[in-house]
């Protein structure tokens, strides 16, 4: 089945600074990376999502990028902002309404 | 609130006993969705639904899980003869097949613990 590995485990960022988080994923049957954020005690909200046949897609201060060749994808957040302070989850799936495979999260801190 | 829906919210019970989740997904979707999430951890799959049909069960899950969803509308989990390593958040999420943006949406999850 597919396995999801992320680095890293944490990440403290001064703020305005950059943050990336690397994920690669096992089985090539996946065509859907969703990333998730969760705040302490609360549910896991996607804030964006890749599918296969795109390699890159942008939303505002967040970038998502795909190499379905060496299947690695990766987020970018930029201008990072004491509010990006969150547990990220990089995840896989067949198609969006598929179960998804999560990767074990990387707990983001940004400090101002 | 038209999002998904969990209850109860906190469950605290003893080893042994037998437990029952409910979750109410958003009207639209047709598929619905259960994972756990232990503290530190991202969320790992246990069952999912289309309509009233289980389409697949978590290898890892135990017997004494189980899920239905009789009607295709809301659906229960049950655990039986609960142990300590049952502690976690369980979640639920729901999502459409129909052509177009199919997200999953998580519920607030019900977190449960044995003692």
């Known amino acids: 089945g597919e396995n999801v590995e992320q680095h890293p485990s944490t990440l403290s960022v001064q703020e305005g600074d950059s943050a990336v988080i690397k994920c690669t994923y096992s089985?090539?049957?996946?065509?859907?990376f969703p990333w998730y954020k969760q705040e302490l005690g609360k549910r896991p909200q996607l804030i964006i999502d890749?599918?296969?046949?795109?390699g890159e897609k942008k939303d505002q201060r967040i970038a998502v990028t795909l190499n379905k060749t060496a299947k690695h994808f990766s987020l970018h957040i930029t201008e990072t902002q004491p509010e990006d302070s969150a547990v990220y989850f990089c995840?896989?799936?067949?198609?969006?309404?598929?179960?998804?495979?999560f990767g074990p999260g990387t707990s983001l801190s940004v400090i101002p | 609130d038209t999002g998904v829906s969990q209850d109860p919210r906190h469950k605290i019970t003893k080893r042994g006993q037998n437990v029952t989740f409910r979750c109410d997904p958003i009207?639209?979707?047709?598929?619905l969705y259960w994972y756990r999430q232990t503290l530190g951890q991202g969320p790992e799959f246990l069952t999912y639904?289309?309509?009233?049909?289980?389409?697949?069960k978590s290898r890892l899950l135990s017997d004494r899980f189980s899920a239905e969803r009789p009607k295709g509308s809301f659906s229960t989990l049950e655990i039986q003869r609960t142990e300590q390593g049952d502690s976690a958040m369980y979640l639920c999420?729901?999502?459409?097949?129909?052509?177009?943006?199919?997200?999953?949406?998580f519920g607030p999850g019900t977190r449960l613990t044995v003692l």
């Open positions: 890749i599918r296969s046949n795109v």
């Open positions: 009207s639209e979707h047709n598929r």
């Open positions: 999420a729901s999502s459409s097949t129909s052509p177009g943006y199919n997200e999953q949406f």
């Open positions: 089985d090539s049957a996946s065509n859907y």
């Open positions: 995840a896989a799936s067949e198609t969006s309404y598929d179960k998804v495979i």
């Open positions: 639904f289309q309509n009233e049909a289980q389409l697949e």
